[in-house]
């Protein structure tokens, strides 16, 4: 499997999301912020998925923290913007805490905050290892790929790897058409997300 940082190359971001959601599972749970929340609903729409306000910055690994504590049977799959994890990193340490091995966080590396503009985040982007971050952190998968041909052929492997997991994608700036797509109305994903998971067997063990 791919784990050494790369400079150079980065994929589309909108195959590197449906490669995402072609192996998805029966049991996951997805939840997106920043741009992947404009794009990943008008790439797929599950009742057990979840797009988070994108400009809810470090929202969306706590919220996924707590539905992989409430929910110990999926697995629980975080799409989060870069600069949001920087604002945040202090999120992956209490994810390691909790010991939750159902959490795979997915942090979309494209080296800017791209849904207020595409201004560079406060990093040196050839000095962060994010993935390194994360390993230091505790998180015993931790791997980044550039390349989309390595990250669809070792995607379905990662849920049999140990969690949690963490992984940065090296991608490339969101086409114009799905940056300007309006995330689902929270509410009625609220509604949709509580009436899946009432009704689903999972939720009694
Ligand atoms: C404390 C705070 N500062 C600034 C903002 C404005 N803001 C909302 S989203 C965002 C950028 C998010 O960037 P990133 O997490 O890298 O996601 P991307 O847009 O690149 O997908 C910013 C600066 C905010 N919501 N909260
Ligand atoms: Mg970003």
């Not at 919220?63 to 870069?82: K, N, T, Y």
């Not at 994890?85 to 909790?98: D, Q, R």
């Not at 959490?103 to 590396?109: A, E, G, K, Q």
């Amino acid at each position: 499997m791919a784990s050494s940082r790369q400079h150079s190359g980065r994929m589309p971001v909108v195959a590197a999301l449906q490669a995402l959601i072609n192996a998805r599972q029966e049991n996951q749970m997805v939840i997106t912020n920043q741009a992947s929340a404009r794009v990943y609903p008008q790439l797929s729409q599950h009742p057990l998925d979840f797009h988070y306000n994108p400009s809810t910055m470090g929202g969306a690994i706590p919220l996924g923290l707590g539905l992989a504590i409430a929910q110990p049977r999926r697995q629980v799959i975080v799409v989060s913007g870069d600069g949001s994890l920087l604002m945040s990193l202090g999120a992956l340490v209490t994810v390691v805490g909790k010991e939750v091995s159902n959490l795979t966080i997915v942090v979309l590396s494209n080296d800017m905050y791209e849904v207020t503009g595409g201004q560079k985040t406060p990093a040196r982007p050839e000095a962060l290892d994010l993935a390194g971050i994360a390993r230091a952190c505790g998180f015993t998968t931790a791997l980044e790929f550039a390349e989309l041909s390595s990250w669809q052929s070792c995607i379905a492997e990662i849920p049999s790897l140990p969690g949690p997991r963490f992984i940065s994608l090296a991608v490339e700036p969101t086409p114009k058409e799905y940056l300007a797509a309006a995330t689902p109305p929270l509410a009625e994903q609220l509604a949709r997300l509580r009436r899946a998971l009432d009704g689903n067997s999972l939720e009694n063990p």
